[in-house]
């Protein structure tokens, strides 16, 4: 397998300078080049970068990934920290959804308190105005 960047790109469906950066950030080994200076690209670089994509799919950070292929590239190994790799996100993942259905509500709360009258007795722009109104304590999403 011989690919350009945007062979790989268009294989993987990821962006070139996605490709170029997760080059620079050591998560995909750089390419052989031609003597013309173009990348080339090999079957392990696609089945690389196609786990990359997955995890950044699942909401994987950056980090995680890294920890995950050097997980991977050690067959042998137990997989407990990749266990660990993935309880670690699944909290994460388990808090913005927690944090999302109280957003959730409290947009809905602000809706059916609404009597889409004029401006100033708008209940959205008094709650948005007035934190102390919201019915939830909720904060930004992570």
């Not at 995909?28 to 080049?33: C, G």
């Not at 799919?57 to 266990?83: H, M, N, Y």
């Not at 670690?88 to 944090?99: G, K, M, P």
């Amino acid at each position: 397998m011989d690919l350009s960047i945007g062979d790989l790109s268009r294989r993987v469906a990821v962006k070139v300078p996605t490709i170029r950066y997760y080059e620079q950030i050591g998560l995909l080994p750089a390419p052989p080049r031609t003597e013309g200076r173009q990348r080339r690209y090999g079957a392990e670089h696609v089945s690389r970068l196609s786990f990359i994509r997955h995890a950044r799919d699942l909401g994987f950070d950056v980090e995680a990934i890294r920890e995950l292929l050097s997980l991977a590239a050690q067959p042998d190994q137990s997989c407990e920290p990749a266990d660990q790799i993935v309880l670690r996100h699944l909290e994460s993942v388990e808090r913005r959804i927690a944090q999302l259905t109280l957003l959730r509500s409290e947009l809905r709360h602000m809706l059916e308190d609404c009597r889409h009258g004029p401006v100033r007795e708008c209940r959205i722009i008094q709650v948005l105005a007035d934190h102390d109104q919201c019915r939830h304590e909720h904060g930004k999403v992570s």
